[in-house]
């Protein structure tokens, strides 16, 4: 029987057959010291680029060691091109939103600053590792890309051509039904979740204005943030991403 | 301007026009001196029966204080007739699928024994207090009902006639499509997300002969329980639920 790769990494190093990939200190602590892998053992690599490889250890040491990749187990695969825009909120819930967006299969993950939110900064150094923690966990071969906060009124002002846009809107009216994704193109999208405290009536003015805006409710209910991205992002991945 | 509630709560007493609700200690403590409502002040009330109703704050005390209603600001929800089945992980996970479950209306939590679940036990109190609150959060006038932890093999040999199960399935062969839930029936469903360790091959097998079972793939990445839980309520409640 083969080695199964109990272990699954992302390191920043081409990956091929043959191709060795030396370990940093801490990548040695981690694969010897605490997953207590020896020398002939097999771990899953990615690079964002080359695919997943099934590697095996060729050297272990407590300060460094070398990996040696064997053979690839699963192409290079893109995200497809979804970005999840969210209004950061408490620590913990942050970091799950986070995780959870890189757990769908989000390409990118912007947090943005709308009139009600109330984080001035965030650390997305923080929140980029959890995101490639996900990766790793959840089996992708890329890691969603975590920005800088910005604010939501600048992003839609420079909004890219041609990305469509779905509004989770908690507040229609009770005649209005939402348009959902039925016809929605395919193509470049974002994903914007209300922030805890609601959007501001001239937020929902502008987002409703937007023509490529395309308003959806999440149901009766009022989710939390991190509950409504994997919703949100479970509806756009049934529809018009790679869940279909 | 109508004085609009901050703070939500489930009681157990009638509501009704008019009906006094007493105030425990607790209650009275958690309005008065955590939330700092004043005698006048608006809140909103549910009990699982009667709706969701206005009351005002007639008496505040240390110790006790009465509530009045006002005006039913909702007629009574039944939830979807949809079973969340789990199985317990870690603490923190496990009170986390509780509260997505309450969150996307589940009418009933059930955690399940597998062959590879590791917990033992649970606390269903501290379970059912989640969902409570998760209740009172998201404007539901129900509580999701929480189970004590049960084997799913005796769950599945006990199975209600007439019930149908959407089985979250990972490991579905790659030749293989899964059904998912076209043409499935309305009426009374459950979910079965699988345990973080899989299931083991004898209960998939059993699982997949089950004439009442839906097998459902959600994507193709690995999700944490938690994950799951919020996306296969999602799909259920926008093809059968009350998303529709």
């Known amino acids: 029987m083969e080695n ?19 370990l940093e200190r801490e990548q040695a602590h ?3 010291g605490v997953m207590r892998l020896a020398e002939g053992a097999a771990i899953a690599l990615f690079n964002g680029q080359d695919g997943e490889w099934r590697a095996e250890v060729t050297r272990a040491g407590k300060r460094g060691g070398e990996l040696t990749c064997v053979e690839q187990t699963k192409p290079q695969g893109g995200p497809a091109d979804v970005w999840l825009m969210f ?12 995780e959870k967006a890189a757990e769908m299969g989000a390409a990118r993950i912007c947090p943005v600053q709308t009139e009600f939110t109330n984080a001035e ?6 929140l980029q590792a959890h995101a490639l923690e996900a990766a790793e966990q959840c089996g992708n071969t890329y890691v969603a890309e975590v920005d800088d906060l910005a604010r939501l009124d600048r ?39 209300g922030p805890e ?5 001239a937020e929902r003015a502008r987002l409703r204005a937007l023509d490529f805006a395309w308003p959806v409710q999440l ?10 991205a994997v919703a949100a992002l479970t509806l756009w991945q049934a529809a018009l991403g790679d869940w279909q």
């Open 4 to 22: 199964a790769a109990k272990v699954r990494l992302c390191v920043e190093h081409p990956l091929g057959q043959g191709q060795t990939v030396p």
């Open 30 to 32: 981690y694969l010897f």
């Open 87 to 98: 209004a950061p909120i408490k620590k913990t819930r942050t970091d799950f939103i986070v």
């Open 121 to 126: 900064r965030i650390r997305r150094d923080r």
């Open 155 to 193: 992003m839609l002002a420079d909004w890219p051509e041609g990305r469509q846009l779905m509004f989770c809107d908690e507040a229609l009216a009770e005649d209005e039904t939402p348009a959902g994704l039925k016809n929605a193109p395919k193509g470049p999208w974002a994903i914007l979740i």
């Open 197 to 201: 405290g609601g959007f501001s009536e």
């Open 219 to 228: 149901g009766p209910r009022i989710l939390r943030a991190d509950t409504a």
